[in-house]
């Protein structure tokens, strides 16, 4: 075969391949399925789904979890009186745990035992057991100047409280304070803390050991 004939003959060869080419993308693109109008409702069936499952999961936890402890959530749960349907009886110590532990155990410790030679003990302390008209002070207005408590000499200050606690609130946690670490004392009654406030109203300055120890005798 002439060089001239060969070349034809290629020539043809590759339109016949091109031709056989478009014809295969021809039956490809008719065996694709037609994209329908609209949009699909899958995205929203499934966003449904979802939505249920929290809406009735939220109603399964609130009525199978556990309970929480009102100790640590929630210092201003009411008191229940004894014998009442349902009622989970909650004393003022009890009350008093959370305002203690946020509030006194960043000087004083959690387990009352304060800070040797900076703030003074609160477990087995005299002054925590002592006449409640001195501790209700001590927290209303503060203490300045060297006090001793079970045997040994602290010279610190403890900032006042009577105006970032209510009545009720240093009820709670005094009563916390003289019944639980190690003391036994009797709680405080907010009517207390609200004479005390009364009567202490033109005092002006923080509270000193010789002072309160005139109080009460």
């Known amino acids: ?24 993308h021809a039956r490809l693109q008719s065996q694709k399925p037609e994209k329908k109008d609209g949009y699909s409702l899958t995205p929203l069936v499934l966003l449904g789904v979802m939505c249920s499952a929290v809406f009735f999961g939220s109603i399964y936890m609130a009525h199978n979890a556990v309970r929480f402890d009102p100790l640590v959530v929630n210092e201003h749960a009411k008191r229940e009186k ?3 349907a349902g009622a989970v009886a909650l004393t003022r110590a009890q009350l008093g745990k959370k305002i203690f532990l946020s509030t006194c155990a960043t000087c004083h410790q959690a387990n009352g035992l304060g800070v040797p030679g900076q703030y003074p003990p609160l477990a087995g302390s005299e002054w925590a057991q002592g006449p409640e008209e001195r501790v209700i002070r001590i927290v209303l207005q503060g203490l300045n100047g060297p006090i001793t408590v079970n045997g040994t000499d602290f010279n610190n200050v403890m900032a006042p409280l009577g105006a970032v606690l209510k009545d009720e609130q ?5 009563s916390y304070v003289r019944a639980e670490l190690g ?8 009517e207390t803390v609200a004479k005390v406030r009364a009567e202490v109203a033109d005092h002006a300055g923080y509270w000193t050991a010789p002072d309160l120890l005139k109080i009460g005798q």
């Open 183 to 190: 003391n036994k004392a009797p709680e405080v009654q907010p």
């Open 170 to 174: 240093i009820a709670n946690v005094l």
């Open 82 to 84: 004894p014998g009442a």
């Open 1 to 24: 075969m002439s060089p001239k004939l060969d070349n034809n003959f290629k020539v043809e060869q590759s339109a016949a391949s091109d031709d056989s080419i478009q014809q295969v």
